[in-house]
């Protein structure tokens, strides 16, 4: 595999995602909802506090992971209606290089953008005065990561499978389930039938449940809560990496079989 092919690819989708207003456009909008959060300090009142910080990460983490669903959903299809893919593969490139490569890109772009949103919470927890559970803290970031992941390769396998606008609706759909499984499952398994049962419990292998990756109310919560175990996190992380392979795999049979 020709790694300085494949970084090449990963950093033109950098750079892409880079030149365009999307990204800043949901970190200013993020700046905004942490002014809010920091607002509320003025009236003292600790629980509204906590509740609006931990509805703050979420919201960043939300806003990341539809931009990463969005990217990753236009990168192939948009390479085949403008005939750039046509020059990029005539050279020694293999299409699992040139797909990897995309990837890695997706997965950069979403880590500079929770980046961003991360330094905005930051600030807004240093001028708040509030102490933060490192520990705890960083596996948020670690396990956000992770799904950022899942998502990317999960944008891609869709986007071989229906057209863009499909894909994105699609992911989303699949995001938000995905990260409201527990919740459904709690309060629909009981309520259902023997063979209902069974197909939700067939949806957990198909569709990751990524509510596994939020922590983000253990991270406003760390007072009262300790950090996740090894074993715990090791477990996430082979996981996730299980979702990764298969969408990624799926998406290069797919990527390889269509004809250019």
Same mark, same amino acid.
């Given at each position: 595999?020709?790694?300085?092919?494949?970084?090449?690819?990963?950093?033109?989708?950098?750079?892409? *995602?880079? =030149? =365009?207003?999307?990204?800043?456009?949901?970190?200013?909008?993020?700046?905004?909802?942490?002014?809010?959060?920091?607002?509320?300090?003025?009236?003292?009142?600790?629980?509204?506090?906590?509740?609006? +910080?931990?509805?703050?990460?979420?919201?960043?983490?939300?806003?990341? *992971?539809?931009?990463?669903?969005?990217?990753?959903?236009?990168?192939?299809? +948009?390479?085949?209606?403008?005939?750039?893919?046509? /020059?990029?593969?005539?050279?020694?490139?293999?299409?699992?290089? #040139?797909?990897? &490569?995309?990837?890695?890109?997706?997965?950069?772009? *979403?880590?500079?953008? #929770?980046?961003?949103?991360?330094?905005?919470?930051?600030? &807004?927890?240093?001028?708040?005065?509030?102490?933060?559970?490192?520990?705890?803290?960083?596996?948020?970031?670690?396990?956000?990561?992770?799904?950022?992941?899942?998502?990317?390769?999960?944008? #891609?396998?869709?986007?071989?499978?229906?057209?863009?606008?499909?894909?994105?609706?699609?992911?989303?759909?699949?995001?938000?389930?995905?990260?409201?499984?527990?919740?459904?499952?709690?309060?629909?398994?009981?309520?259902?039938?023997?063979?209902?049962?069974?197909?939700?419990?067939?949806?957990?292998?198909?569709?990751?449940?990524?509510?596994?990756?939020?922590?983000?109310?253990?991270?406003?919560?760390?007072?009262?809560? /300790?950090?996740?175990?090894?074993?715990?996190?090791?477990?996430?992380?082979?996981? *996730?990496?299980?979702?990764?392979?298969?969408?990624?795999?799926?998406?290069?049979?797919?990527? +390889?079989?269509? &004809?250019?």
């Amino acid at each position: 595999m020709k790694i300085v092919s494949t970084l090449s690819v990963a950093r033109t989708v950098w750079l892409e *995602a880079l =030149r =365009r207003r999307d990204i800043y456009a949901i970190v200013i909008i993020s700046c905004v909802l942490m002014a809010v959060v920091m607002g509320l300090d003025f009236f003292h009142l600790e629980g509204l506090n906590k509740f609006y +910080r931990e509805f703050a990460l979420k919201f960043m983490s939300t806003a990341t *992971a539809i931009t990463v669903i969005v990217l990753s959903a236009r990168q192939l299809p +948009r390479e085949f209606e403008n005939r750039t893919i046509y /020059p990029l593969l005539a050279r020694p490139l293999s299409r699992f290089e #040139f797909l990897l &490569g995309k990837f890695l890109g997706v997965w950069l772009t *979403a880590l500079f953008c #929770f980046g961003l949103f991360m330094v905005v919470f930051l600030l &807004g927890m240093a001028y708040l005065q509030t102490n933060l559970q490192w520990a705890v803290f960083l596996q948020y970031l670690y396990l956000q990561t992770m799904m950022m992941g899942v998502l990317a390769a999960m944008g #891609f396998v869709l986007s071989m499978l229906c057209n863009i606008d499909a894909a994105i609706a699609f992911g989303s759909l699949l995001f938000l389930f995905g990260s409201t499984m527990a919740s459904m499952m709690n309060t629909v398994y009981e309520l259902s039938t023997p063979v209902a049962q069974w197909m939700l419990i067939g949806l957990t292998w198909f569709i990751p449940q990524l509510f596994l990756f939020d922590l983000s109310e253990k991270t406003v919560h760390a007072d009262i809560w /300790p950090p996740v175990s090894f074993e715990v996190m090791a477990a996430l992380t082979l996981y *996730a990496l299980l979702f990764i392979t298969v969408y990624f795999t799926g998406a290069l049979l797919l990527f +390889r079989r269509k &004809g250019l």
